[in-house]
């Protein structure tokens, strides 16, 4: 049986309706996001806000790259977790002045366990950098995230 061979290059579409000045709900395929602000910025806190969902997106991508590596490379992933902080200069979101890059420091913390060598772990925390594409979108745009690691070897 031949593999299938993914395109290189794809189309991402997604519709937004937007019922307040606040709220959004994204239907992506066969899902819906919904995307708001809090009730002390004029929502109606039904969800994760704009810059949330994106932060969140980061948790995500991590997620899912870093075990993609780990299959690719044979590292047994017997346990992951994965934080975030992020300091946000709000000038740019209250419409003071513009901002550069709304989020200049980002911090990963990564609790991974596995069996496997370190030198492998050590491969897998080189390319998650090269392959996360949040991660990377987030550092071309000036942001500079911290990768915290702690490695449980079993």
Known sequence: MTPIREKALVSLAMEGTCPTHTRSHVQ?????????????????????????????????????????????????????????????????????????????????????????AAAAVERLKADLGRFCPVSKILRQAGTRIDENWTVTYR
Not at 71 to 89: F, I, M, N, Q, W
């Open 28 to 116: 992506i395929g066969a899902h819906e996001i919904v995307i708001d602000e809090p009730a002390a910025r004029g929502g109606t806190d039904l969800a994760p806000t704009p810059l949330e969902t994106l932060l969140a997106s980061l948790i995500g991508c991590t997620n899912v790259i870093l075990n993609k590596i780990a299959a690719r490379d044979g590292v047994p992933v017997e346990g992951l977790e994965v934080t975030l902080r992020a300091s946000l200069d709000r000038r740019g979101t209250a419409l003071q002045e513009e901002v550069a890059v709304p989020f200049p420091a980002i911090e990963l913390s990564i609790a991974f366990a596995t069996s496997a």
